[in-house]
C-alpha cells in the first residue's frame, strides 16, 4: 500500500509538473519561440522511468547529478541499513512482541494495567520508530540517490522539532495541493487544512490496508495536529508578547555594561587588534 501511494504521488506530480511546463510553452510561442528551447520540457518514457525510482515525489524536468558513484561508500551504507534492519527486528520480537501478546484489551481490562503496558511498550516502540526513520530516510533514500547520482540530499531537516520530518512529503503537499489552493482564491488557513486532510487520509490508508484494521487512528492523530498548530502559535505569540518588556531591559542593561566594558578596556582592546593586524 506504501508502495502504491508512492506511485499515484508520483504520477499526480508528473502530470501536473508537465500540465504547467505545457502551459508555459504555449504562452511563449506567442512572444519569443526561442523561448521555447531553454525550458525542460521532456514527456518521455525515460524521464518518467528515472522519476520513479528517484527518491523524491516532485517531479522537474531535471536534476542536481553527483559526478560518480561511490561504491565503498554505498557498500558501507549497505552494511548499516541490514544492521539497523535486524536491530529493529530483535527490538519487536525480543520486547514489543511478548509485551503484546501478554497484555489484555485495553478498553476490557484493568485501566491502571493497560497504562503500564503502555509505558512498558513507549521505549522498544522509540526505538523502533527512531531506526525505521534512519534506516528509510538516511540510508535507503541516500543509497538509491547515490546509485541514480541524484543529487538532492535533503530528505529531512530538524526532525525533532516536529516541523519538517517527512521532507519530500512535506514537499508534495506544499506545491501540489497548497500552492493549487491558494491560486484557485482558496483561504490560507482552509488551504493548510485540505493539505492536512490529504495527508490524513494517506497516513490512515498506508496503516489501515496492510494492518487489516479501519479504526481511523492515523487520520484522528493527523487531524488533531491542527487545533496543536493553532493553540502553539497562539501561546508562542501570547509568552513572545509578554516576554518583549523584559528582553528590551535586559538588553539595555547589557547595552551599558558592554559600553562600560569597553570604555575600561579599549586601549587593551585597541592594543591587541593591533597587535593581531601586525601578525
Not at 531553454?38 to 528515472?50: G, M, Q, T
Not at 543529487?151 to 517527512?166: I, M, P
Request: charged content about 15%; aromatic content about 14%; glycine content about 6%.
Amino acid at each position: 500500500m506504501l508502495l502504491a501511494c508512492i506511485v499515484w504521488l508520483k504520477l499526480v506530480s508528473y502530470a501536473h509538473t508537465n500540465y504547467d511546463m505545457r502551459c508555459i510553452a504555449k504562452a511563449s510561442v506567442k512572444e519569443n519561440s526561442s523561448l521555447t528551447q531553454r525550458l525542460p520540457y521532456d514527456v518521455s518514457f525515460k524521464s518518467l522511468a528515472y522519476f520513479m525510482v528517484a527518491p523524491t515525489l516532485c517531479y522537474q524536468g531535471s536534476y542536481p547529478r553527483s559526478a560518480c558513484i561511490r561504491k565503498g561508500w554505498v557498500a558501507r551504507q549497505l552494511v548499516k541499513l541490514l544492521i539497523f534492519t535486524g536491530v529493529m527486528g530483535f527490538i519487536i520480537e525480543q520486547y514489543i512482541n511478548p509485551i503484546v501478546k501478554n497484555s489484555q484489551h485495553p478498553l476490557k481490562g484493568n485501566l491502571l494495567y493497560a497504562i503500564e503496558r503502555i509505558l512498558k511498550l513507549s521505549v522498544p516502540n522509540l526505538y523502533v520508530w527512531l531506526c525505521m526513520f534512519y534506516c528509510f530516510f538516511h540510508l535507503w533514500l541516500n543509497i538509491l540517490a547515490e546509485l541514480l547520482r541524484f543529487g538532492d540530499r535533503e530528505f529531512y531537516k530538524d526532525w525533532w522539532n516536529a516541523r519538517t520530518f517527512e521532507e519530500p512529503v512535506h514537499k508534495w503537499m506544499v506545491r501540489h495541493v497548497y500552492f493549487p489552493c491558494l491560486r484557485n482564491g482558496i483561504p490560507k488557513g482552509l488551504a493548510i487544512l485540505i493539505a492536512f486532510l490529504i495527508s490524513a487520509v494517506f497516513h490512515e490508508l498506508c496503516i489501515a490496508v496492510p494492518c487489516h484494521i479501519f479504526k481511523l487512528w492515523a487520520f484522528i492523530s493527523i487531524m488533531f495536529q491542527v487545533p496543536l498548530v493553532l493553540l502553539t502559535n497562539y501561546l508562542q505569540n501570547k509568552f513572545q508578547n509578554s516576554m518583549e518588556p523584559q528582553q528590551e531591559g535586559v538588553g539595555r542593561e547589557k547595552g551599558q555594561s558592554y559600553s562600560t566594558r569597553a570604555l575600561v578596556v579599549g586601549g587593551g582592546g585597541q592594543r591587541q587588534g593591533n597587535c593581531c593586524a601586525s601578525r
